[in-house]
């Protein structure tokens, strides 16, 4: 018996995917998982779930779900653009009468707190990687915070988590994406996922990051510091003096004002440097 038959009693997963024909298509950013030891890892990384309710993107044939549901999980929510998986996310509801939602959309324009009812949920996914960026800088944007989500688990491409934890100490990766995931929240990255574990295999490694919010977050306006810093990147081999002349009037003094040297370079920048910056923008614009 396999793995899957023996954690829930459903058919393995290669079996329903051979049956209903859903061969991942790349132009949806589908890479399959069908190694459950690896999803129940995946689910047991996101904390205890007993109870909970969890929000999954693109579930594809339901892998993950399986194992959200299999360690606890009292409700999963699940949001899926490809029809073709219906038939065999029905067939999980089935299995777990009450407990699978699955909603038929984009997830870049579903309104997932609408879901919710104002419940909080933790956000469990395998993204697809055509999307998983824009889907967590909007996540991360919320206008009120602590936002609907309690915790972020999100498997990324390898090169894309370590861009969401990098401090200033890893400038190659470290840019607006590090500051506005590090500002709001606590990130790491859990474990890397081979891309062996895969179907079709993608050429790259991937990596399960989390992200947990922070409570009280340094203060600034979050459209201030992505201005400062879209400035201070979009030209980061510059210093600040000369980089951030499109935002201040005065960058030298703003700079100087926020406890910086207009010699540093934007990658020099930790991520409260940025909010000092936003905060000196909002001084100089009032």
């Known amino acids: 018996m396999s793995n899957a038959a023996a954690q829930d009693g ?14 991942a298509q790349k132009a949806l950013g589908q890479n399959f998982l069908f190694d459950l030891n690896l999803t129940g890892r995946i689910a047991r990384a996101a904390g205890p779930l007993e109870g909970q309710t969890v929000v999954e993107i693109g579930p594809g044939p339901g892998g993950l779900t399986r194992a959200l549901l299999a360690n606890g999980a009292g409700r999963v929510i699940a949001i899926e653009r490809d029809r073709r998986c219906m038939p065999a996310l029905a067939e999980i509801a089935a299995h777990y ?3 699978l939602d699955v909603v ?14 104002g419940s909080p949920a933790r956000i469990v996914a395998n993204l697809p990687y055509n999307i998983g960026t824009p889907l967590l800088v909007g996540w991360l944007s919320a206008g009120s ?3 609907w989500w309690n915790s972020l688990t999100l498997m990324f491409q390898r090169e894309v988590a370590e861009r969401i934890v990098a401090t ?16 709001r929240c606590e990130t790491k990255i859990l474990f890397d996922v081979p891309k062996t574990a895969f179907v079709p295999q993608p050429k790259i490694t991937s990596s399960i990051v989390q992200l947990v919010p922070r409570q009280q977050p340094e203060p600034c306006d979050r459209r201030l510091l992505e201005r400062v810093t879209l400035a201070a ?4 081999r510059k210093m600040l003096r000369q980089s951030l002349k499109a935002v201040f009037p005065d960058p030298v003094a703003m700079i100087e004002a926020a406890g910086l040297s207009p010699t540093m370079r934007a990658e020099e920048v ?3 440097g940025f909010v000092a910056l936003a905060n000196a923008l909002a001084t100089a614009r009032s």
């Open 168 to 183: 200033p100490e890893q400038r190659a990766a470290y840019g607006r994406l590090a500051v506005l995931a590090n500002w």
């Open 270 to 272: 930790s991520v409260s």
């Open 104 to 117: 038929d959309g984009d997830a870049l324009a579903v309104d997932l707190s609408g879901l919710l009812g």
């Open 145 to 147: 915070w602590p936002p």
């Open 233 to 236: 990147f979009g030209q980061r």
């Open 97 to 99: 009468p009450g407990q």
């Open 10 to 23: 459903l058919p393995p997963l290669r079996e329903v995917v051979e049956r209903h024909g859903l061969m």
